[in-house]
C-alpha cells in the first residue's frame, strides 16, 4: 500500500504547486462626481471698515406685533392747496401708545407713543400720531410711503403694516417718482433724523425701509457711510450706532448689487443726511 499511496500524494502536491494564481480584484470604481450644488456661504450681518471708530450692530430683537396691520381707506388730494389728506384704518396696533420694552431699549423715545411714519418722495419722514392727517404735496407725480413705528421709531417690517401710493398735483415736479412700485427694487430712509440727548440713551437708531427686496435676492446690501466710514448691511433689520461723539454726525444709505454698484431706482441713494448728538 505504501508504494501506491506515496506517488499519488506526489501527483496531488505537483498539481497544487502547479495551479495558476487567481487574477488580482478589479479597482474599485471612481467615487461619483458631487452632483449637489454648493451652498454659498452665510453673508454677516454687517461688515465693518477697517480702522472703524464707530460700533454698528444689528439691533436685539423689538417688541412684535403680529397682528398689526395699516389700510389707507381714502386720499383726497387738493389741487389748488397742494393739500392732501390721508385716512387709515390702524388694527392691532394702538397709536400714541408707548412700546412695551421702550424703557429698556436704550436709544431715543416718543414721548407721544407709537406713530405712523410718512414719507414723501424719499424726503425727511413726518410722524403722525392720529390715522386722519393732511400734509403738503409736490408738484407732478408723488409717492408716499406709511408704515407703523414704534415709539422709538423703529418700523414694522411686514406688508400688512406699510401702505404705499402713488398720485399725481398739478404742475411740474422732479420725474423722482419713476419706479414701478410693484417690481422695483427700492430703497427708503428712515432713522437717524434731528436731534439726539445723549440722556436719552447712547445708541441712535439706523433704519429704513425696503420694497421688493429683503437683500436677501441676488446679493443686494446696504451700504451706510456714517462720518465717512464705510458699512456694508446684508439684513433688514434695525440697527444701532454707539460710539459717536457729540456734535454733528452724516449717513448716507445706499442699495447696492453683489459688486457693490448702486440699484438703479430714483431713492435708493438717500444723499448725505445729517443729525446732533447733544449732551442734553
Not at 400714541?96 to 414721548?111: E, H, I, L
Not at 437717524?192 to 427686496?213: A, C, E, I, R, S
Request: glycine share 6%; charged share 25%.
Amino acid at each position: 500500500m505504501k508504494t501506491l499511496l506515496l506517488p499519488s500524494l506526489t501527483l496531488v502536491m505537483l498539481a497544487a504547486c502547479s495551479s495558476p494564481e487567481p487574477a488580482p480584484a478589479p479597482p474599485p470604481p471612481a467615487p461619483a462626481k458631487d452632483t449637489v450644488a454648493a451652498v454659498p456661504a452665510e453673508r454677516p450681518d454687517v461688515v465693518a471698515p477697517a480702522n472703524a471708530t464707530l460700533k454698528l450692530s444689528v439691533a436685539p430683537p423689538a417688541t412684535a406685533f403680529p397682528d398689526a396691520s395699516l389700510h389707507l381707506d381714502t386720499i383726497l388730494p387738493n389741487s389748488k392747496t397742494k393739500d392732501v389728506k390721508y385716512k387709515f384704518t390702524v388694527k392691532g396696533f394702538d397709536l400714541k401708545a408707548q412700546t412695551p420694552d421702550a424703557a429698556t431699549r436704550g436709544c431715543a423715545n416718543s414721548k407721544d407713543g407709537q406713530h405712523i411714519h410718512f414719507i414723501l418722495n424719499n424726503q425727511p419722514y413726518k410722524a403722525e400720531y392720529t390715522a386722519e392727517f393732511t400734509e403738503k404735496a409736490d408738484p407732478g407725480k408723488n409717492i408716499a410711503l406709511c408704515f407703523l413705528s414704534r415709539s422709538y421709531h423703529e418700523s414694522l417690517k411686514n406688508n400688512a403694516s406699510v401702505v404705499v401710493k402713488e398720485f399725481t398735483m398739478p404742475g411740474k415736479g422732479k420725474d423722482s417718482t419713476a419706479i414701478n412700485l410693484a417690481q422695483d427694487p427700492t430703497l427708503f430712509y428712515s432713522r437717524p433724523k434731528g436731534d439726539y440727548k445723549k440722556l436719552d440713551g447712547d445708541k441712535v437708531l439706523l433704519d429704513f425701509y425696503l420694497l421688493n427686496t429683503d437683500l436677501k435676492d441676488k446679493g443686494y446690501s446696504v451700504r451706510a457711510t456714517i462720518d465717512g466710514e464705510v458699512w456694508l448691511l446684508n439684513k433688514w433689520e434695525a440697527y444701532f450706532i454707539e460710539g459717536l461723539q457729540l456734535g454733528k454726525h452724516t449717513v448716507r444709505l445706499e442699495l447696492v448689487d453683489k459688486d457693490g454698484k448702486l440699484v438703479p431706482g430714483a431713492f435708493n441713494d438717500s444723499g448725505v443726511r445729517e443729525f446732533n448728538y447733544l449732551g442734553s
